[in-house]
């Protein structure tokens, strides 16, 4: 068993620790956690996770977690069994950063912490004769300090924040407003649990937020909406960003024309910045669970989101879901989007 270090992006939480498992189940990694707070997860696991994580939207970095000690009595504890599953051999140099976590750390800066674990890491593997490089370091160390705790890594992978700005909504050739910003769009998509070679499903597609993230994950995309210039625009979307494996309908999402798709994920209108045709936001959710109830393969994932105010979770409820995860995400003062995963 390794034991993995994860660092979740303060801002998303507790939808980034959720997201993470979601992308572990959708990859069938089994994994067990060992300590979940201040925006990090630690788990053990027989098998790599790195693909897992790196769909994750959330996600800052993914290291072996290799020592853990405390800064003030300068004492650091590396485990031996962790060197084993250490691809280090390839690594002439490295580079140690350091992530303070909360408020109440240790009063010494960043460059100094990271000189001090440098040193460290310098006389632990002192037979493999690294040398420091900040500039293009071959690995890359991570300390991640909470008060005056820290905790080392060996990082695996770490999040590429300009991939998902190319895929910001304004950036695409059709736009229209309610586009959910790309990352947010992909921890949602992450949460239905779809994987390579699946049938995905977005009711209420708008411009193609979703399908555009879960095209990317190597599913099969479906979506439709009422509207038919965002079928078209949502088309253009796709093929702009070349995602080549999808099929649109221009439909109502309380009566969709399809059998069988391994999971949903949506956003349907707030009767904000996109129309509910007249509908209440409730019954507009109402039918589209029914209908969405017959097409869903047994024990497959729905993620859908919609104002707190709404109570999402009353009408799953009603309509016979079983309620897996409810999450809240601040979005301003006067909205909350309640994201539910149902089964
Ligand atoms: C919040 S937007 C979706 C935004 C989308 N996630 C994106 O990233 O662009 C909601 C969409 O639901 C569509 N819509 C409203 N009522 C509908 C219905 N009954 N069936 C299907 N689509 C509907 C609207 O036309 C709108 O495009």
């Not at 997860?41 to 994580?53: D, E, H, M």
């Not at 009595?73 to 069994?81: A, K, L, R, V, Y």
């Not at 998509?189 to 779809?194: A, D, G, W, Y």
Request: glycine share 6%.
């Amino acid at each position: 068993m390794t034991s993995y270090l994860a660092y979740i992006n303060a801002n998303y939480l507790p939808l980034g620790y959720e997201e993470l498992y979601a992308a572990l189940e959708a990859e069938r990694i089994d994994y067990r956690t060992t300590y979940v707070a201040n925006q990090i997860v630690i788990f053990t696991s027989n098998k790599s996770p790195v693909k897992a994580a790196s769909r994750c939207a959330f996600l800052h970095s993914l290291c072996i977690l290799i020592a853990k000690g405390s800064i003030e009595n300068q004492e650091i504890d590396f485990f031996e069994e962790k060197r084993i599953d250490l691809p280090i051999e390839k690594c002439k140099t490295f580079c140690v950063r350091v992530k303070k976590i909360g408020k109440r750390t240790v009063k010494l800066n960043k460059a100094e912490l990271e000189r001090i674990l440098g040193s460290y890491v310098i006389s632990e593997f002192a037979d493999y004769e690294m040398k420091v490089d900040l500039k293009r370091p071959e690995c890359m160390f991570l300390g991640l300090l909470h008060k005056s705790d820290i905790l080392i890594g060996f990082q695996l992978w770490s999040k590429n924040v300009k991939e998902y700005n190319e895929r910001t909504p304004g950036n695409r050739p059709f736009f229209r407003p309610g586009a959910m910003k790309a990352d947010f769009a992909r921890a949602i998509v992450n949460l239905s649990r779809i994987s390579t070679g699946e049938v995905f499903y977005d009711p209420f597609c708008g411009a193609g937020g979703f399908l555009i993230e879960a095209s990317i994950l190597g599913a099969y995309v479906l979506g439709s909406d009422l509207n038919s210039s965002a079928v078209k625009g949502t088309d253009i979307n796709l093929h702009f960003l070349g995602e080549g494996h999808y099929s649109l309908l221009h439909g109502d999402s309380r009566h969709i024309p399809l059998k069988h798709v391994h999971a949903i994920a949506t956003d349907p209108p707030y009767s904000i910045q996109s129309s509910t045709y007249g509908k209440t936001i409730s019954g507009l959710i109402e039918q589209f669970l029914e209908e969405s109830k017959s097409i869903l393969e047994q024990n497959r994932h729905l993620v859908f989101s919609s104002p707190s105010y709404s109570e999402p979770e009353r009408i799953a409820e009603k309509v016979g879901y079983k309620m897996k995860t409810i999450i809240d995400a601040r979005v301003h003062r006067s909205l909350t989007r309640r994201i539910v995963v149902l089964m």
